[in-house]
């Protein structure tokens, strides 16, 4: 079970979502505890929101499914979630545009 990210458009959005984040987490758990789930994780949770998560969460996200790529390295998050002890799992869009110039889309 993945918990999505929030929206970060306005402040009274973040809180809509704070606010409906406790009482999600507590049935996802639950859904841990009862053995119909094995782990809970999140996607594209900044340190910040896994800090405010990890403030009530009774289980640590096992995951945080990320944007992740050479040119998207979020250093910052990687070491923090590391520490948490939450694997993080990298994706990338599939079409990454190139800005060298002089590359052929030919080899």
């Given at each position: 079970m993945?918990?999505?990210?929030?929206?970060?458009?306005?402040?009274?959005?973040?809180?809509?979502?704070?606010n409906?984040?406790?009482p999600n987490r507590k049935?996802?758990?639950a859904?841990?505890?009862?053995?119909?789930?094995?782990a809970?994780?999140?996607?594209?949770f900044?340190v910040?929101?896994i800090?405010e998560?990890l403030?009530?969460a009774?289980?640590?996200p096992a995951?945080?499914?990320?944007?992740?790529?050479?040119f998207?390295?979020q250093?910052?998050?990687?070491?923090?979630?590391?520490?948490?002890?939450?694997?993080v799992?990298?994706?990338?869009?599939l079409?990454?545009?190139i800005?060298?110039?002089?590359?052929?889309?030919?080899g």
């Amino acid at each position: 079970m993945l918990a999505i990210d929030p929206p970060w458009k306005s402040t009274s959005e973040y809180r809509q979502f704070s606010n409906r984040l406790k009482p999600n987490r507590k049935v996802m758990e639950a859904q841990v505890e009862s053995g119909l789930v094995r782990a809970i994780g999140v996607n594209n949770f900044s340190v910040r929101q896994i800090k405010e998560l990890l403030q009530f969460a009774n289980i640590i996200p096992a995951v945080n499914q990320v944007e992740l790529h050479p040119f998207w390295r979020q250093d910052e998050l990687v070491k923090f979630c590391q520490l948490k002890g939450i694997h993080v799992s990298a994706h990338t869009p599939l079409e990454v545009p190139i800005s060298t110039k002089g590359m052929s889309d030919v080899g």
